[in-house]
């Protein structure tokens, strides 16, 4: 069925319920903005629009928070350009620029609800420096009444959120915990049966690591649920951890069975093979005690495997498989603990996370750009309007810059507004000019609104439906003088899609990197974070590298399903990175104590991964690495500081690892090598 019936026709209970509480909050907001007689009542719309879009509590309150302290530091701003320049309106706009291509650099950087803060901060220093123009004496006033408006659209919302069906961030995060351990299980799966299914490994890799994203960057707001809401964050970073390191030993994992199965014996061979059913097994099972219980016995059937009579390499197989099952029992003390935070004490640091600098400073040079188009047009038309497409313009240049795929969302909203346009007309202006009273305004204003934010409750259809819901509120902009003539109407649609025209325009004329430019610039990121992994202390290097890794793994994932299926190989040195990164780690945790020519060996061994590892990236053979490792094994030797057990597993470690290297060059070697263009017949 397609999506508009199935939204329309059938729709679910928690649509009803999205787009009915949303409603209640939009009018909620309006009955008090007309009954304080607000100067742009619309605003405390669209403020609770925007804060009921993911409706959760806890993700209401932050969002709210965010938005009135970015309203509040962008007035400032505001207020500040117009205080050195409220006679000059050139210098003025040019300022404004200033401040907006810094909040779009921000937003740009920073995640979720702060983005939105950043964005925020633009826009209202843009509305204050816009309106104040024509009437600078006012500029106060003006300031205050932004923050009123915003302000009082971020208190319906959260008002209305918590009262009525109340949903919380916690169930969410239980959800997407769910999501990510069943779909890394299924992948451990794969992996471990060392099949030839790259694309099935590939997708179920990616359908784990998308909401282990999401979970890390929503977990904030948990924190405005209660006392227990501290407990769930940390538990939560301790998931993503322990999943990363999941993800990095099943990598390994599948190399070495894969590729040097013949080196593999077959009772070895057998255990893996039992593992992966399990891993299948605790995914189809209800609840954690139960998935628990099915891994135990793998992992006592792990541990009890004689060890002492393998090569390093044989060792290193049933090392990391004793280390799978044993991330994956934290995984799931890890999910249970974030729906009971009491019943598991898991503690962990907070993340890093992967910034893309160059990357930040295209989206703001992009929405200067836009912006400056939109003020030149305005500044040589004298258009009353034109304030109303530098709204749009800053807005969605900012908003979309952090998005896949900007013009497509653009698009999108393109098209919703199209749709708004006759909606607005016959709903807000030939049939509300006929009200009296605001229950005759709210029953004809509402009725396209909330077919609006019913459809928004899809996301398949969201960008259609919200450009339409906010459309709807510009075109009409209900208040208590409203002017329902048509040229009044005009003059807003004019204005509504010449902003967003604009919009489309600067993302198709800057559309963002390209994709070779990206793979270099993560591929150097990741070479960057493996060669100063020694120069912090072990809790804050893994912090580091393994918050920055899921970022990292989820873009490479993300550009080769862009590529044909023959030449995907982001993802793979993506993984190997990842991979490298973790035993540069366990190095360290095992050596960083040890006597000084020894942890100059290790420092020079893991110079010489993060060399080797670059390398391999762009084609070229590692070199090196079996000499450090050799003149590292010489210096525990000389010096003492490990058993003999633990030398062996650092040996059957550097000797895998240089395996992992050397099949990464040959593959990049193939893949980046051009073919040559046949000869005609």
Known sequence: MSPWLETYLTPSKSSLQFAAKTTLAMLLALYIALWCDLDRPYWALISAAFLQIRPMSGMVVEKGICQIGGTLIGALVGIVIMAFFAQARVPALVALTLWIMFCTYGSSLLRNNFSYGCIMGAVTAMLIVVIAAGQPGSIFDIAVARLSELGLGALCATLVSALLWPTRVKDHLANQADAVINQAFTHAGQRLEAGEDLAAMQQSLTASLEPLTMLETDSQAARYEGPD?????????????????????????YQLLHDHRERISAPLQQLASEVADGFRNA????????????????????????????????????????????????????????????????????????????????????????????????????????????????LFSAFFATRDNPVTICMMFFKGMLAALPSAFLFGHVLLSQANGFPMLAMLFVTPLFLGLLGASNPRLMGYCL??????????????????????????????????????????????????IRRRRLIGAISHDLRHIDEQPLHEAESRFSGRMADRLLQLARHDDMLP??????????????????SCLRLRHRLDA????????????????????????????????????????????????????????????????????????????????????????
């Open 229 to 253: 809401g501290a407990g769930r964050i940390r538990v939560t970073h301790v998931l993503t951890r322990r999943t990363l390191r999941f993800f990095a030993t099943l990598g390994a994992l």
């Open 283 to 394: 995914e189809h099972v209800t609840g954690v005690p139960a998935a628990r219980q099915q891994l135990q016995a793998l992992r006592k059937r792990a541990h009890t495997y004689a060890d002492t009579q393998l090569d390093p390499l044989q060792r290193r197989v049933i090392l990391a498989l004793r280390e799978v099952l044993g991330h994956a029992m934290i995984m799931l003390d890890a999910r249970e603990a974030i729906a009971h935070p009491g019943r598991k004490q898991l503690r962990g640091g907070s993340l890093s996370w992967h910034r893309d600098h160059l990357v930040a400073l295209l989206n703001a040079g992009r929405a200067g750009l836009v912006f400056s188009c939109l003020a030149v047009f305005w500044l040589q038309t004298h258009w009353s309007n034109g304030q109303v497409a530098m709204l749009l313009g800053t």
């Open 467 to 516: 450009a339409f819901t906010i459309f709807n509120i510009l075109l009409t902009m209900p208040g208590n003088g409203m002017d329902f003539s048509f040229d009044s109407f005009a003059n807003r649609a004019i204005a509504v899609i010449v902003g967003l025209s604009a919009v489309v325009m600067g993302f198709r004329l800057i559309p963002g990197l390209g994709a070779p």
């Open 565 to 582: 299926e023959d030449h995907r190989h982001l993802f793979m040195i993506g993984l190997n990175g990842l991979d490298l990164g973790r």
């Open 594 to 681: 040890a006597a000084t020519p020894v942890r100059d060996a290790m420092r020079h061994l893991l110079a010489t991964l993060a060399a080797a590892f670059e390398d391999s990236a762009h084609g070229r053979a590692p070199r090196g690495i079996q000499a450090a490792g050799q003149a590292l094994d010489d210096a525990i030797a000389r010096h003492g500081g490990l058993e003999e057990d633990a030398r062996a597993l650092i040996e059957g470690l550097v000797e895998r690892l240089d395996l992992v290297l050397e099949r990464q060059a040959k593959v990049m070697a193939e893949r980046l090598t051009p073919t040559p263009a046949a000869r005609p017949a």
